[in-house]
């Protein structure tokens, strides 16, 4: 028998109409590395869940290494030889202190002493935090706490491991970190199914399932899912590197990168081109140097469309106390109406204290603000009819949402304006209407029965609310399946397009690379700006950060002389560039630059 | 707009790893000195007595190489606090109280027996707050919780789950920080949507309802996050039974000696000190 | 939900931090008028009451007043702080103001969940208000006269801010909507 055997589960939350499981059946062998895909609501964490007994099967037999998460006896079994991984770091502390944490399973299962400390031992050195075992768990930054969280789950020697979208809520250098961790388990022995909705992460592993609204729609290669036409409809995407590759592929079949990474695609498209033109290589030499000049780094004269202004702004948090630090030491920026302006930074680098300084949450220790023209540290200012103007979205903005009903919370700022009647409820139900909620539907919706996707869109529902001029959104994307995302992107444009200034911060590369403007923070301070082709397609990678994918591939190629210059965003414009390198005029004319939006 | 940065007032006191001696007796030994501190600064009658407790934990803290000037400058903003209780006290008269006069302040005596007795409340107040201070530099949060374990365990012969208490108390402390960045993430979330907090309005409810914003998401966000960790704790093998503790603190017959010690000056100096006579009949 | 006694523990310990938290940060005071605070600090252990049972409430209590103890004796901000420090005064009373709040759930949860959970409020919130006055008297620090004004002057507004909490906290969580289920903003579409 398989090592998890899942035949024919249903399962169905009390009091739903509908299933969110159906007729779920595969196999999985000791030692595989299995990835979970689907859009969020689609249940795979519920599937998880079932795995491990922390929900309840309506009916249909799952078997972990022959026990029954369904009986008492053999679940305790059961969990004692299986490590899970949930989503949110923080939640799953359970000590204060690291070390403390990590014996919490072996604790559980009444060892003794030297044992608990053997494992933990072990288990901590396996994650790479054998140095912090006596600090402070609160302390460790998220891909740490993380870490420890697959430390706890280690220190049980289990043989499975369930991971519940766990890298969901870690910045990029984190994620790597923890991935590696994984890879390593699965090398030694343990059989890991990683639920996910990053198509990147779902690449290492060696086999896919895919579920869509609660059935089980595909069981394969990731390879072969990315090749199939419903990806769309099943609210994924592909990433980067196999979309430019396919794309290639519409006109040249045997163009077929032998890996992933950019140097795979570069040394594919130059097998290709020695196959084609022989002789071009030798054209390889005038490289042009254009793309070589630093990033500009001038903040050009203020003008009145200038929604957002920072200049030199220094930010001192916890001033005075043993905790202060400068979240913010010197930082320029700005941002005009209609254009979209990115921050990316790692976590820590300052861009929400630069974004909280853009509607006057925080004023600065040093520096000047303007925001709509006006200096908020004005005599006489009113920070409260700005506030109306500059909106801004914290991160996980969903979080503040208290009111029972979905319609009553969106109106919250509107109402707060002193809005009320017939204009009260159009501007509630426009900006419901706007973040697909339809009023109708939603508005007696308690905010409770929302799905995590839902409760973000009511979020910055309440925040569109307020029909703001500049718009402050602080990583809105993050936690977001392609699909949330997508539409979320999709938004921003819009937003931009009706002339209001928009200023997002993200982690993702290749969100920013639909910016107007990047600005590239690194503790506390713009270390390169410029339109993202200008910090992107540099000789150097911005500072600290890796580019996005395509912009990679697309300046490997010139360096190996294929291109002119690297112009490249996108899957889609390297797909151009390829061509353009084998002879085939580009149909769109000329590789697309950033801002006009990825197909 | 108000200070947003809860992190400041997120803790009870701070811990000092100084590796001392004191540092390294056991959780429940340290509970012990606490009360040993403690509880003859709130019997003593005199403040020379209370002043005589915050002295001797002064004394225990340079054992435990804490710097009596931190302890004392825990002091420094309670002081304002202090003499308003103090005033307040001298001004309260209460009868029975046959001391001579000081002072005639209009309507208002000031007693020699009201001036001990304020005298004798900042002082105990003194002796509290160095205690409790010395106390939690000496025991890390940790210790604080493990302390709590021991000390409940025989009560669990009587049924009473002590490491489930010492468990709620541990969960307690580690959510402290945690909902000082939900509740300043809340408040900005707020603020940026214009709530103001009340403050244009004096009436209380409406006043409370201001508040709701804030109040209403952050239990909402605890209780969350309690689904969330019970979902953790019941993955890794928890289902509220015995289990098995990875910290130890072996104690050696020296500790055994001075906890029998404590005990005894516990007892001993708070009869003392209560037999004291009360200056002025206070 | 499945009842489970690790949920209890959980929200026991989740819910005393945050009456901690309000109280350390001074959240849990709500300013009224100069020098006096309505305090909503016990309102947790009338939550977790609620949700879980009079154990974890008294639990709650339980944290709640130790935690009132200990800031009255580290950082004394008001001139009955000196009071707290007697656990008598502060723990006690709290210890009684989740079961108190239980009870009366329990009592009126078959009429209506949203009133079941505003009364449960006001009674939770003036069993605190009046055990905790009610020491004060008894160790001095109030004279007994004073008993019903304090009460009335304090622990009214309190209760009414109780029920306030209670009910948004609780019916937001369970998903009540009060009102037949609509939203507030329904009655703005006919003005």
């Not at chain 1, 309840?56 to 079994?77: C, F, H, K, Y």
């Not at chain 1, 390593?184 to 639920?195: F, S």
Request: glycine fraction near 10%; charge should be neutral; aromatic fraction near 6%.
């Amino acid at each position: 028998m398989a090592f998890i055997d899942v035949r024919r589960l249903y399962h169905r939350y009390p009091g739903s109409p509908v299933h969110s499981l159906s007729d779920i059946s595969f196999q999985i062998e000791p030692g595989e590395y299995l990835a979970v895909l689907g859009a969020n609501g689609s249940g795979k964490s519920t599937l998880v869940r079932c795995l491990d007994g922390l929900a309840e099967i309506e009916s249909g037999t799952v078997r972990l290494g022959g026990l029954d998460p369904m009986n008492a006896d053999e679940l305790a079994q059961l969990r004692a030889r299986t490590g899970l991984v949930f989503q949110s770091p923080a939640d799953q502390l359970v000590a204060s202190v690291v070390e403390e944490d990590c014996a919490f399973g072996p604790e559980n299962l009444g060892l003794p002493r030297e044992e608990i400390a053997r494992r933990v031992a072990s288990a901590l050195e396996a994650a790479g935090l054998l140095a912090e075992r006596s600090r402070p768990a609160w302390a460790l930054s998220a891909g740490q706490q993380q870490r420890l969280a697959v430390a706890g789950a280690l220190a049980l020697e289990p043989e499975l491991l369930l991971l519940d979208e766990a890298t969901a809520m870690i910045d990029p250098p984190g994620r790597t970190g923890f991935l590696d961790l994984i890879g390593r388990l699965n090398a030694e022995g343990a059989t890991v199914v990683h639920v996910t909705h990053s198509m990147d992460e779902a690449l290492r592993a060696r086999r896919v399932l895919v579920l869509h609204r609660g059935r089980l729609v595909f069981d394969g290669a990731p390879g072969d899912l990315f090749e199939r036409p419903e990806l769309e409809a099943w609210s994924l995407s592909r990433p980067v590197s196999l979309e430019a590759a396919r794309r290639g592929r519409a006109t040249f079949p045997e163009f077929r990168p032998a890996g992933q990474a950019p140097s795979d695609f570069r040394d594919e498209l130059a097998r290709l081109a020695r196959l084609a033109r022989p002789a071009r290589q030798a054209k390889a030499a005038p490289l042009a140097r254009a793309a070589e000049r630093a990033p500009a780094a001038s903040v050009d004269a203020p003008s009145d469309d200038d929604a957002l202004i920072l200049e030199k702004v220094a930010h001192e948090y916890l001033g005075g106390t043993e905790l202060s630090r400068r979240a913010l030491d010197g930082v320029s920026l700005r941002a005009r109406k209609g254009e979209l302006v990115a921050l990316v930074g790692a976590t820590g680098s300052g861009k929400s204290s630069a974004l909280q300084h853009g509607n006057a949450l925080l004023a600065p220790s040093s520096g000047q603000v303007r925001i709509l023209g006006r200096d908020p540290a004005a005599k006489g200012a009113d920070l409260k009819a700005l506030r109306s103007r500059a909106a801004l979205a914290v991160q996980r903005p969903e979080t503040a949402l208290f009111e029972t009903c979905v319609g009553d919370d969106v109106a919250f700022g509107p109402r707060n304006q002193g809005l009320r009647g017939k204009p009260l409820v159009e501007r509630v139900r426009s900006a419901m209407e706007r973040v697909q909620l339809p009023y109708a539907e939603f508005r007696d919706r308690p905010v409770r029965a929302l799905s995590g996707g839902e409760k973000r869109r009511a979020a910055m529902a309440g925040v569109l609310a307020l029909d703001p001029e500049l718009l402050l959104l602080d990583e809105p994307c993050a936690g977001l399946d392609p699909a949330g995302r997508e539409s979320a992107l999709a938004l921003q444009a819009a937003l931009k397009a009706e002339g209001r200034a928009v200023a997002v911060s993200t982690h993702s590369m290749d969100d920013a690379t639909r910016a107007d403007r990047v600005y590239v923070l690194e503790r506390g301070r713009v270390v390169a700006e410029g339109s993202p082709a200008e910090v992107f397609l540099g000789t150097e990678p911005p500072p600290g950060l890796e580019r996005p994918w395509a912009a990679e591939a697309s300046v490997l190629l010139w360096r190996a002389g294929l291109t002119a210059a690297p112009a490249a965003l996108d899957a889609a414009a390297l797909a151009d560039e390829a061509l353009a390198v084998l002879g085939v005029p580009s149909s769109g004319g000329g590789p697309r630059a950033a801002g006009e939006g990825a197909p | 707009m108000k200070d947003l940065e809860f992190f400041r007032n997120a803790t009870l006191g701070q811990y000092v790893d100084s590796r001392s001696r004191v540092h390294a007796l056991a959780p429940l030994t340290k509970y012990l000195g606490l009360l040993a501190l403690a509880v003859p600064a709130l019997a003593s009658r005199t403040a020379y007595a209370a002043l005589a407790v915050m002295a001797l934990g002064l004394l225990v803290a340079l054992a435990a190489k804490v710097r009596p000037a931190f302890l004392l400058r825990g002091l420094k903003p309670a002081l304002p606090a202090l003499a308003l209780i103090v005033a307040l006290q001298a001004l309260l008269s209460w009868p029975g109280d046959a001391s001579a006069v000081l002072l005639r302040l209009g309507p208002i005596d000031v007693t020699l027996g009201e001036l001990a007795n304020s005298a004798r409340i900042a002082a105990r107040l003194a002796a509290l707050m160095v205690t409790l201070g010395l106390f939690t530099a000496t025991a890390s949060e940790s210790q604080i919780v493990h302390g709590v374990e021991d000390i409940l365990a025989p009560l669990s012969r009587l049924g009473i789950p002590a490491h489930r208490l010492a468990l709620v108390v541990g969960i307690a402390f580690r959510f402290i920080p945690i909902l000082a960045g939900e509740a300043e993430l809340i408040v900005k979330a707020q603020a940026s949507r214009g709530a103001d907090f009340g403050s244009g309005t004096r009436n209380p409810l409406r006043r409370v309802k201001a508040w709701l914003p804030v109040l209403v998401p952050l239990m909402l966000r605890a209780l969350e996050r309690s689904e969330a960790l019970v979902e953790a704790m019941e993955a890794r093998g928890y289902a509220g039974g015995l289990r098995s503790r990875l910290a130890t603190y072996p104690v050696g017959p020296r500790e055994k000696a001075l906890r029998a010690g404590l005990v005894l000056f516990t007892l001993v100096s708070a009869i003392l000190v209560s037999m004291a006579p009360a200056p002025f009949g206070t | 939900m499945k009842k489970s006694v690790v949920r209890k523990i959980v929200v026991a310990g989740v819910l005393s931090a945050v009456a901690a938290f309000l109280g350390l940060t001074r959240l849990g005071y709500i300013p009224w008028f100069s020098g006096a605070s309505l305090t909503v600090m016990h309102v947790p252990a009338i939550v977790g009451a609620v949700l879980e049972g009079p154990i974890v409430g008294a639990v709650i209590g339980l944290v709640f007043g130790l935690t009132s103890l200990l800031q009255a004796a580290i950082a004394p901000t008001g001139p009955l702080d000196p009071a707290f420090v007697n656990p008598l005064i502060s723990v006690l009373p709290r210890l009684l103001v989740g079961p108190a709040a239980f009870l009366a759930y329990a009592a009126f949860r078959g009429k209506l969940e949203i009133p079941a959970l505003g009364i449960s409020g006001i009674v939770g919130s003036l069993v605190n208000t009046m055990l905790v006055v009610g020491a004060l008297a008894l160790f001095g620090f109030l004279t007994w006269d004073l008993f019903w004004p304090v009460v009335t002057a304090n622990g009214l507004p309190e209760a009414g801010a109780a029920a306030l909490v209670n009910v948004a906290v609780v019916a937001a969580w369970k998903g009540v909507a009060g009102r037949g289920g609509k939203a507030s903003i329904a009655a703005e579409e006919d003005r």
